[in-house]
């Protein structure tokens, strides 16, 4: 099998550079009107008809043969049963994926904390676990057991009570490995639904499904649009685009890495993208001979020709200061630092999701088993976003706890910005606890 690569060469000393990249990294993620229609019709019926809504969509939309909500429901021994189904190495690696994850999430914990002021007044916050959260995994062949791991171990290190799953069984095709990630990382629930159902579902509650304060989890445009419309019932992780990795290297690694470091981005879907930043021409070259010879011998081969052709690139940049300001511009979901001293780049990466260290450190390692979360920011959002984290299970509650001397002192302040403000009320509020105000009354 051949197929023809054209992967895009830019440079970015051509004047036009800055117009290619953008047109390059350009991303629509929102739906169309029939697409948004079409949720909010399913998430209005969710919440009209509950449990009965939720049997009839799964019937639909996945083919499966279910009568009444029971049918759509897995207990703990049956997430228990799927451990004795997959292989010993498939346990062995989702048990070691697992407590790596856990150990490097524990570190993201965040402490209350209390300080008192020379007046006794004390200032605080209170940090507390999200009572539920829900998490979303896509279903059938296209199943992540990684992804189940990744969204409800931080969820089970935050202390959040509950973590419900619902993944999608399209034609009653279960796959065993998300059910046995799932055992290991201490779902509670598991519902096999999907689309905008499942996720109006987790935000509203039916008769069977409880409400849950924050769904996460990634999902096709149907779940993207609903996760969109019930932002604001609920808490939602992000509104995710395809998948990025851009690789960032001196012209020394081996080129046959690095196009397979591409490729397990554009292996993902049609708009995935890859991109490749060098100072080197010759090696920008020998990049692009590797991945015309290695492509053929993908599974996926189709599926990377057309994100290689699509929205892949190989940038010529004058020295590696641009190639980090490149980064930089970019602020990409994965980023693949492949350079002899990675660390002494590090200080000037400013907008990245994950950042890959060295010649040897694969994106790959960190989507299944490095530690931190590969549930990352996308579409250039690394300039604001974060990664997936305990963080994101975590909710805080300012303290504040004023003695009689810091209310008289606070209110004087309180008083002069609030009659600022025309707020009466606000300002008699705080007078009422002035010292000097009270004994003038």
Partial sequence: MTLPTAIARLNAADPEFARHLDHLLSWESVSDDAVNQRVLDIIKAVRERGDAALVEFTQRFDGVQATTIDDLILDRARLELALTRITPAQRQALETAAERVRVYHERQKQDSWQYTEADGTVLGQKVTPLDRAGLYVPGGKASYPSSVLMNALPAKVAGVAEVVMVVPTPRGEINELVLAAACIAGVDRVFTIGGAQAIAALAYGTESVPPVDKIVGPGNIYVATAKRHVF???????????????????????????????????????????????????????????????????????????????RGALIQVRDMQQAIEVANRIAPEHLELSVADPQAWLPQIRHAGAIFMGRHTSEALGDYCAGPNHVLPTSGTARFSSPLGVYDFQKRSSIIFCSEAGASELGKTASVLARGESLTAHARSAEYRIRDARQGE
């Fill in 232 to 310: 604001g019932q609920v808490g939602i992780d992000m509104i995710a685009g395809p998948s990025e990795i851009l690789v960032v290297c001196d012209g020394q690694t081996d080129p046959d890495w690095i196009a397979m470091d591409l490729f397990s981005q554009a292996e993902h879907d049609e708009d995935a993208q890859a991109i490749l930043v060098s100072p080197d021409a010759a090696f920008l070259d020998r990049v692009a001979a590797s991945i015309e010879r290695l492509l053929p011998t993908l599974e996926r081969a189709e599926i990377a020709e057309k994100s290689i052709n699509g």
